[in-house]
């Protein structure tokens, strides 16, 4: 396509920097085209921003704006100077396409269909609060700066716009700064801020190699201590199982003995009951022998 989808107001993300304080700051998306177009932005540091919404339709000659919120920070960066960039895709959608449509196919801003996809980026400044302006509209409307990669020197002198661009080589740094991003973790998704992904498959196939067998060592230390686990609780069942047949035996034991003790107790008792006991048979008897001997000599 000759002409841009979108025009962006402003050119930057400027931020008024307190510490442990949140900022915001809005970006204007105006679409001087006959088409729908759907935009999606993404950053390189999602943890740290937090975009509404981050994705989102803007019809036929009509504009959209979204905020950009960033989180409290414990630190101020030095100099006041950030690296974070923002890249805002868009594309021509059917008549009639919604947010939740857009959600639901993943496919739109991929590069691989073979569709246009615009890309514009947005570099991040910080401010201290005596500096810093405020970014609202004027008089109702945002003022149009053209600050891209297109704006001479000429325009920016007659305009009088402050933040000027970096020079080409400065530019190039930034780009390749960008898409080389160190910190491959920042590139996940947080909250409805999506991350900027790398282009580098070079880079992405180090960050896997790097990766890959950190998980792969952590998934098998968790193996081997739930396999140790395992093991203690299996050998505890058994140790459980042994002392309760231990404890069965001892009370069939205990059962037995007290049997036992009662058969001996009841013949004990039907002894002593039947007959005279033998002492008294022999004192009985010897009586009765010298008796019947005096008997007789008399």
């Known amino acids: 396509m000759t002409t841009?989808?979108?025009?962006?107001?402003?050119?930057?993300?400027?931020?008024?920097?307190e510490l442990k304080k949140?900022?915001?700051c809005s970006i204007q998306l105006s679409n001087m085209s006959d088409h729908y177009v759907a935009f999606k932005v993404k950053t390189t540091s999602p943890k740290k921003y937090c975009v509404r919404p981050n994705i989102g339709i803007v019809k036929p000659k009509s504009t959209s704006v979204f905020t950009v919120t960033m989180q409290a920070q414990k630190a101020a960066p030095q100099d006041l100077h950030c690296k974070d960039k923002f890249l805002i895709q868009s594309t021509v959608v059917p008549i009639g396409t919604t947010e939740e449509d857009i959600i639901i196919a993943s496919s739109v801003f991929s590069k691989e269909s073979g569709k246009y996809i615009e890309e514009k980026k947005l570099r991040v400044v910080l401010a201290s609060p005596?500096?810093?302006p405020v970014l609202l509209p004027n008089n109702g409307e945002f003022k149009k700066e053209q600050c891209y990669e297109t704006l001479s020197h000429q325009d920016i002198?007659?305009?009088?716009?402050?933040?000027?661009?970096?020079?080409?080589?400065q530019l190039a740094e930034e780009v390749s700064d960008f898409q080389h991003a160190k910190n491959f973790e920042e590139l996940k998704l947080v909250k409805n801020a999506e991350p900027w992904p790398c282009n580098d498959a070079r880079e992405l196939e180090l960050a896997k190699d790097v990766e890959e067998p950190k998980l792969v060592k952590d998934f098998e230390e968790l193996k081997s201590k739930l396999h140790n686990m395992d093991s203690k609780l299996k050998q505890a069942d058994h140790t459980i199982a042994r002392l309760s047949d231990e404890r069965s035996t001892a009370l069939k034991e205990k059962d037995i003995l007290k049997?036992?003790?009662e058969f001996l107790k009841r013949e004990?008792?039907?002894?002593?009951?039947?007959?005279?006991?033998?002492?008294?048979?022999?004192?009985?008897?010897?009586?009765?022998?010298?008796?019947g001997y005096?008997?007789?000599?008399?």
């Open 22 to 24: 949140q900022s915001s």
């Open 157 to 169: 002198a007659q305009s009088g716009i402050e933040n000027i661009p970096p020079p080409q080589r």
């Open 4 to 17: 841009e989808l979108l025009e962006i107001q402003p050119c930057e993300l400027r931020f008024t920097f």
């Open 294 to 298: 005096l008997i007789r000599r008399s």
């Open 259 to 261: 049997q036992e003790l």
């Open 268 to 291: 004990n008792m039907k002894r002593t009951q039947v007959g005279f006991p033998l002492l008294y048979v022999c004192t009985v008897a010897l009586i009765s022998l010298a008796f």
């Open 130 to 132: 005596s500096h810093s």
